[in-house]
């Protein structure tokens, strides 16, 4: 039994009948559903083998209600998830390969993060990354708006909607960058926070912008250093502790530089910061 969703360009196949079901229930993903055909980029299987062991553990969170490892085992890279009590969620991807094995406990709120990790090792060589943003399309073309969680990235965009005629949201939380030919592009995916945008669709990247809260609005453009330290931040935190994987992180934040301008947005939530941020970037 297979499922197969086409997220970001990639065909991703699920294996497994408890995955399938597991996967089919988490919020989004049914809008990137297709027909299981022809050959996937990436796999997902439902793993009942005995779990690899830690060799070594490079990033790890303990928040209030759920913990997270990520690292290495002997073979490739090793991910777990759980709540304070209770079973683990495990991902495991083998160095060079497109499947990521996933076993133990697959509740939906766990099984939604250990999938956007295991898809982004499985994308990170083919400069594709999941960025932490909130995302505009306008006149067909994509903005993103960058900051620390609470720094107003979602009113923001709100802002845009309500006063840019023709501004609309891609994506909430974590759109898809992927480098086409030298170029960024950005995709809509399974995963936006708490706001239900899953849009199947892609646009070319024109702008970033980095927010902070302010009693005034004023804009700013980034060098080189400043923007790439404005990026980096937003891609996955687990990667940054892997040389490979900071490596092809690093490799797509050029690419992306090499072709769109960077800002720094001080600004108050009005909508004349909505405009000056429009303005900078598309013009009068």
């Known amino acids: 039994m297979e499922k197969d969703y086409l997220i970001a360009g990639f065909r991703l196949r699920i294996n497994g009948e408890p995955l399938i079901a597991a996967i089919a229930g988490i919020a989004g993903f049914q809008v990137f559903a297709v027909e299981a055909v022809g050959e996937a980029h990436f796999g997902f299987s439902f793993a009942e083998s005995d779990v690899p062991e830690f060799e070594r553990e490079l990033y790890h969170t303990e928040l209030e209600l759920t913990r997270t490892r990520f690292g290495r085992y002997a073979g490739g890279y090793l991910f777990e998830t759980s709540y304070a009590t209770g079973p683990s969620l495990w991902v495991w991807v083998e160095d060079g390969k497109r499947t990521a094995h996933i076993a133990g406990n697959l509740d939906v709120n766990l099984l939604r993060f250990a999938c956007w990790i295991a898809l982004g090792i499985l994308m990170a060589p083919e400069k594709s990354v999941a960025i932490h943003t909130s995302t505009i399309v306008y006149r067909d073309k994509a903005v993103l708006f960058l900051g620390e969680s609470g720094t107003g990235k979602s009113t923001h965009t ?70 790439y330290g404005a990026l980096h931040p937003s891609c996955p935190p687990d990667f940054a502790y892997d040389d490979y994987l900071y490596d092809c992180i690093s490799e797509i934040l050029n690419d992306v530089l090499t072709c769109v301008p960077v800002y720094h947005l001080a600004c108050l939530p009005n909508a004349d910061a909505a405009r000056l941020s429009c303005k900078t970037i598309f013009g009068a």
């Not at 909607?161 to 939380?173: C, F, H, P, S, V």
Request: charged letters at 25%; glycine letters at 8%; hydrophobic letters at 30%.
């Open 158 to 227: 709100r802002l845009w909607r309500e006063n840019i005629e023709g501004a609309k949201l891609l994506n909430d939380d974590s759109p898809i960058v992927r480098i086409h030919n030298g170029k960024p592009f950005v995709y809509g995916s399974p995963w936006s926070g708490k706001t239900p945008c899953y849009k199947t669709e892609c646009y070319e990247l024109v702008g970033c912008v980095r927010l902070s809260q302010a009693p005034y609005n004023e804009i700013k453009k980034l060098n080189v250093m400043q923007a």
